[in-house]
């Protein structure tokens, strides 16, 4: 305070100062009392600047004996619970660790997973078999790291302690302390597909590499270990500790990828009756949607999904029935088909192989169907994506575990060429239940069968390459013909959530009518749009439909009924690069029932011939010259049984003077007829 004594301050100046330094203390500045006595000494009395801070010592003490005494009252308050916990960690068994020898050297090495003496195998059941209720799921704590109950106590050794030399055993140790479930009896850690998963408190979650890593990287650095002598010291991993401990947690915990343990699944003991499929894990409990019945939490079912509401039969939903009215007005068909989609995406059931198309215009509501579906199955069981980054190699690797797979405002205009048939075959194969190997990116191949549903939203019918019409046919298409633009409530979407648990209701009502049905309808509305989308996915069909009768003792040449479809493809504007062999099979994937064969009778170069079954339609050809090239004509084609045009095209008459016999007409008599 040299600077304070070169002005020569006055008293009343002196006494400010002192005063700030004083409010300052201790939170925003350092104790300055002595500081004080030694610079304004002279102008203030000692007394005056030691009675000061005096009074600031007795505010502060005050209001810590204030603290002290809050403290101590919340403590009054915690001890009952404190107690009670201490009975209870006093009541569990002290675990025994153990090193695992076999007691036949020759005997064949058998996968098992050796727990603590004094606990039962995960697989088996508890002896205690009286129900036990389970913690909250708000307070179960997250993270790898933890169980949702408390672990057994490790008695006498504060830190956990390790053998660096002895990897298995410490995952052992481990998955004993932070992994086991007392009241179910199992471990809450998995490995299973190439990937670690872990009980959350309500269903099992997959736990990505770099997370496990990071847990046993802080695992193993407040570990310790025993060193010569009995010495404890601090285990300081490294990098083949954690690699090596890696390894052995997934030997300790390995789930085989085995159809037994597929998803949805039980373990062990007390599995409810029933399709496993049919159970949905709400926030209060295991829901069984053919009985409504309501089971608790229970890591003994094997399942990665779960809603975000809770289940309550007593819950409406006047507002999304609203919506229904509004975008199918009167159509209650279209409305229960849609409230069948979403009872049906709820579950896991794929037994009736659709997928669901939306076509419609512009703010039509399809957006706030999927963000309803959303918002009902959870974020966590949605996945939405392109056609586009559907048909690359990762791109079915997001699929694992969702139940609802999206694609909104679909488009196949960026999609390349080649890749339109792996958009087909994917398509096929999710709808169809069958076995997939799954690409996925720095990790082995997912194997097993998908239980999601595939929905597409689009403002226009789909190209889709599949001249079998099998896609097609698995197509369920809802018309959407109402349009909301200009009058859009924004609001909407928050309005329909709010109403979660009622649409939970109706979706199961409609489910269990789908279920008494036994099949999935496809609306009224929709019909005639299912038929072009047949047409619009396959070439050939529509050339069977338009240019061949099918009967019982028609029979073709394939030469001539490949050169009819070359004609037709020009004639259309189509281009296929197939030969006819490859022709005659997409003409057999559009009719199974069609044979082939080399007959003898008017057939002298043995030509092969398609019989039995088809027959190319009779076609008159008409002609005219119109053109300065007098090699080259204008062919119209028109079907005998339909008396309309069917195309116009410049063509080569050459390349018809083998097959057709064309009829000559002039200008005139062309006009007159047509």
Not at 358 to 363: E, K, L, T
Not at 579 to 591: D, I
Request: charged share 25%; with cysteine; glycine share 6%.
């Amino acid at each position: 305070m040299s600077e304070h004594i070169a002005l020569e301050l006055t008293a009343e100046q002196a006494s400010r100062i002192i005063a700030a330094d004083i409010r300052a203390y201790p939170q925003n500045g350092p104790n300055k009392r002595e500081e004080h006595l030694r610079d304004f000494g002279v102008l203030l009395s000692r007394e005056d600047i030691e009675g000061a801070w005096a009074d600031r010592y007795a505010e502060i003490a005050l209001a810590g004996r204030d603290k002290l005494a809050n403290l101590s009252s919340r403590l009054d308050a915690l001890r009952p619970k404190i107690e009670e916990a201490k009975q209870k960690l006093a009541e569990r068994p002290v675990p025994v660790y153990r090193r695992y020898t076999s007691t036949n050297a020759h005997a064949p090495f058998k996968a098992s997973f050796i727990l603590p003496a004094t606990q039962p195998a995960a697989e088996e059941e508890a002896k205690d078999n009286h129900p036990r209720e389970l913690p909250d799921a708000s307070v179960v704590p997250t993270g790898f790291r933890q169980s949702p109950t408390i672990a057994p106590a490790v008695a006498d050794e504060g830190a956990l302690c390790l053998d660096p030399a002895a990897p298995f055993d410490n995952a052992q140790k481990l998955v004993s302390l932070r992994a086991w479930h007392p009241d179910e009896c199992i471990r809450t850690w998995r490995f299973w597909q190439k990937s670690f998963w872990q009980w959350s408190g309500t269903h099992w979650c997959e736990v990505d590499d770099d997370t496990v890593r990071a847990s046993i990287w802080h695992e193993l650095n407040g570990a310790e270990k025993v060193l010569k002598g009995g010495k404890r010291a601090r285990y300081e991993p490294k990098m083949s500790d954690v690699n090596a401990m890696v390894d052995a947690l997934k030997a300790a915990v390995n789930l085989p990828a085995s159809d037994e343990n597929a998803m949805p699944g039980w373990f062990g003991p007390r599995r409810p009756d029933g399709d496993l499929r049919e159970l949905v894990v709400c926030r209060n409990g295991v829901l069984h949607m053919p009985t409504r019945g309501l089971l608790r939490h229970t890591p003994r079912f094997w399942s990665p999904n779960a809603l975000d509401i809770a289940y309550d039969h007593r819950a409406k939903a006047p507002r999304f029935k609203q919506f229904l009215e509004e975008i199918w007005p009167g159509d209650k068909n279209a409305q229960q088909c849609l409230l069948e989609m979403f009872g049906l995406c709820l579950t896991d059931v794929t037994k009736y192989q659709k997928l669901f198309m939306f076509v419609g215009p512009r703010r039509g509501g399809r957006g706030t169907i999927g963000r309803v579906l959303r918002g009902l199955i959870g974020a966590d069981n949605y996945i939405g994506t392109s056609l586009k980054a559907f048909s690359e190699q990762f791109g079915m690797e997001s699929f694992v575990g969702k139940k609802v797979a999206v694609f909104s405002d679909a488009r196949l205009d960026g999609v390349l060429q080649r890749n339109l048939s792996t958009i087909t075959e994917r398509l096929l194969m999710i709808t169809g239940e069958d076995e997939m190997h799954i690409n996925r990116k720095n990790k082995k191949y997912w194997n097993g069968n998908l239980s999601t549903k595939v929905i597409i939203f689009s403002n226009e019918l789909l190209r889709f390459q599949d001249e079998s019409g099998a896609l097609a046919g698995r197509c369920l298409t809802f018309r959407m013909q109402q349009s909301f633009f200009g009058r859009e409530d924004e609001n909407l979407t928050d309005k329909l959530l709010s109403e979660r648990p009622g649409i939970l209701n109706l979706a199961m009502d409609a489910l269990d009518a789908l279920r008494s049905r036994g099949k999935l309808l496809q609306s009224v509305s929709g019909v005639e749009m299912a038929e072009r989308l047949g047409d619009l996915t396959s070439d050939v069909k529509v050339f069977v439909d338009e240019c061949c009768d099918v009967g019982k003792d028609f029979q073709v040449r394939v030469g001539e009924i490949f050169s009819r479809w070359q004609d037709w493809c020009a004639a259309h504007n189509t281009r296929h690069g197939w030969g006819s062999n490859q022709f005659s099979e997409k003409l057999r994937s559009v009719l199974p029932i069609l044979t082939s064969g080399r007959p003898r009778k008017d057939n002298p170069e043995r030509l092969t011939v398609f019989c039995r079954r088809a027959y190319l339609r009779r076609l008159n050809l008409y002609r005219f010259n119109c053109c300065p090239q007098p090699e080259r004509w204008w062919l119209v084609w028109v079907s005998v049984e339909r008396p309309e045009i069917l195309v116009r095209r410049n063509v080569d008459l050459l390349r018809f003077s083998l097959s057709l016999k064309p009829l000559l007409v002039s200008k005139d008599q062309f006009r007159a007829t047509f």
